[in-house]
């Protein structure tokens, strides 16, 4: 098939190279003109893994390439992936679909033929009949374009083993039978045919999707939080604790990850957004439980600076404390509602030196934490800290000697934060070594 993804960042960009990993031909579309131009050279903007091999062989094969032209896009193709961004709207909590919008209206005056328009982005539920009126009203082609929805549910970091081999694939449709449910069963035919459980719904539903299951995501992760907080006062160890949970196939071990707690684009914005819509509708009070949920998240940030000042005696004016992470989960470059670069900006805030390291993601954190030190090598890091705070889960960083790395500060001192480091290895080793939710 030949289709175009309009939206060109984590989402549609990975979108856009998957599809031409599936055989099809593909254009994408972003107004960004430097953007367009790294795709178009193989090249993603971002760190997303196994995404700059893909881009590179269909860009060479011209399966693969990008362009600013709406026009051009809708004479290339029939079906039209939407990916654009819909972030929370500044000082509220629901979603700001200006993106959306504004990409429905340049795509339809352009559309003059039959087609199919399917939104990948997170919107709150009721946005369907908006973005169909507009295409009906703007469109040459009028009623001919029809609307499809296809959220999706990606994991940053494994975000092309998601495209590829989904574990679920969720098709939002106006009617039963319609022509745009058998374009894009024909689009996600080899998907389909793997076995992938494949839901054709209405708009509605599909819409809910994305939102429902990162809600109840980030509910799953607040809650062990939450009982990590009553760990830490009564001596238990809320790592064995989920492992013990985990073992019930009703609770499940995937997902509850006791430590700093959630970031990034997603989890954040879309518990909030989920909120703002249901308070739209009438029934706010059905998901006061998700207000808890951001409380708990963002609780466990204070906690990593409390736990800071009780190990540098009550006093952080004029410490050193290097933070090892930036970007708010490994295999990424993502700052977005970093957890990490959150407890680093409160520290410098609060009068301390803030040194911080990450693999991928110092680029972006200068950019927006300008007034943090940074530095590359995470043993470089450490020379002459007063504390470490271990917050963004690499791997490397587990497989660091610290006996090695005692030597190089003032006193060795680590607080974990994410509950992957080796906590007997390090205590042998010297260190005064602190944990989120363990004795």
């Known amino acids: 098939m030949k289709l175009t993804v309009i939206g060109c960042g984590y989402l549609g960009a990975t979108h856009a190279a998957c599809m031409a990993e599936l055989g099809h031909e593909v254009l994408g579309l972003d107004s960004d003109v430097d953007k367009v131009h790294a795709l178009n050279t193989g090249k993603a903007p971002f760190h997303e893994r196994d995404l700059d091999d893909l881009l590179a062989r269909h860009t060479a094969s011209g399966r693969l390439r990008f362009t600013t032209s709406y026009a051009e896009a809708a004479a290339f193709g029939d079906l039209h992936f939407i990916g654009v961004g819909t972030p929370q709207q500044p000082g509220a ?9 504004t990409a429905v209206r340049q795509l339809a005056p352009h559309l003059t033929r039959r087609a199919v328009v399917t939104v990948k982005s997170t919107v709150p539920v009721g946005t369907a009949p908006r973005v169909r009126d507009l295409l009906h009203e703007y469109a040459p082609a ?5 609307v499809a929805w296809n959220p999706e549910f990606l994991r940053e970091s494994c975000a092309v083993e998601d495209t590829i081999r989904p574990d679920r694939l969720v098709l939002g449709f106006e009617r039963e039978g319609s022509w745009a449910e058998a374009v894009l069963r024909e689009c996600f035919e080899r998907i389909i045919e793997a076995g992938t459980p494949t839901i054709a719904t209405d708009w509605a539903t599909a819409e809910l999707a994305k939102t429902s299951a990162n809600a109840f995501l980030a509910t799953k992760i607040s809650f062990i939080n939450a009982i990590a907080e009553v760990c830490e006062v009564s001596g238990a160890d809320v790592t064995q604790l989920a492992e013990i949970l985990g073992h019930d ?6 997902g509850m990850w006791p430590g700093l707690g959630f970031g990034g684009g997603c989890l954040p914005k879309d518990i909030r957004g989920f909120m703002a819509r249901a308070g739209e509708l009438g029934v706010g009070g059905a998901l006061t439980i998700l207000r808890e949920v951001d409380a708990i998240n963002n609780r466990r940030r204070e906690r ?7 190990q540098l005696d009550g006093n952080l004016m004029g410490r050193r404390i290097t933070v090892w992470g930036a970007a708010f989960k490994p295999e990424t470059d993502d700052i977005r509602d970093s957890p990490a670069l959150a407890v680093a900006q409160k520290l410098h805030d609060l009068g301390v030196t803030v040194t911080v390291t990450d693999p991928k993601g110092l680029d972006n954190a200068r950019k927006a934490h300008s007034e943090l030190d940074y530095i ?7 020379e002459n800290a007063d504390l470490l705070l271990h917050l963004t889960e690499w791997p490397q ?24 480091l080796d906590a007997r290895c390090w205590r042998e080793a010297g260190w005064t070594f602190r944990a989120l939710g363990r004795p």
């Not at 909590?93 to 919008?101: C, E, V």
């Not at 590359?376 to 450490?382: C, I, K, T």
């Open 93 to 101: 909590h629901a979603y700001d679909l200006s993106h959306l919008l």
């Open 142 to 146: 009028g009623h001919a374009v029809e």
């Open 249 to 254: 196939v009703r609770i499940g071990r995937a």
């Open 304 to 310: 990593v600076i409390d736990l800071a000042r009780e």
């Open 376 to 382: 590359e090598d995470p043993m470089a890091a450490v």
């Open 397 to 420: 960083y587990s497989q660091i000697d610290p006996h090695r790395l005692a030597t190089r500060m003032t006193d060795p001192k680590v607080i974990d934060g994410r509950g992957t």
